[in-house]
């Protein structure tokens, strides 16, 4: 019956998620035409890339797939949970969200592709197959946040900015649990099993 009303929400959300998805791809379009048009600002951004992901490989060097497992699994979550419920601010944080993960993934795209790598490939190795979990997980957080915000503004029709609310916040709740799941599976493949998909990169 849960599992039910968990894909209720999603069918009740769709509008969301789609907009979850227009967010997330114009930060990717954008992104990699803004880069390919200005090699200037590539290196700029390339030179604050290389800085994340510095500190990022500070954190996960020698470390087991066991804990790199846990490293992910609550880095993600803890992005999730700000991202659905700090959607009260206008909707704000989780536009953002969307915005600048795409942005991310144009950037290692444009990056790939002006190294000679074989960007499909690599991005079918490398996102992919922990993407499959992780991605529905994170729009799904991106559209519950963004309806909180906007509900803050425009409450439901026939229904107080309380109620609206409740209802909203119930609908985090109730989803909350698919999600922790949909992120758990996907630091486990991202720990244990995409390290091996891109071993021939490296």
Known sequence: MKLEKFFLTLKENRSWLILAIFFFI???I??????????EFFTFIEETFQT???ELEDEVIDISPLQMFFFYFTRNLTAILYISFLGIVLGIPSLFSAIVNGSVLG????????QGVATVPFLLAGIVPHGIFEFPAFFLSVALGLKLGYHVVFPLPNLSRGHTLRKIFGEVFSSLPYIVVLIALAALVEAFI??????SYF
């Open 26 to 28: 114009g930060g990717f």
């Open 52 to 54: 994340v992901l510095a």
């Open 107 to 114: 950037l290692l795209t444009f990056q790939l592709s002006r």
């Open 30 to 39: 954008l992104t990699y035409l803004s880069l390919s048009q200005d090699p």
């Open 194 to 199: 995409t390290p091996l998909f891109l071993a």
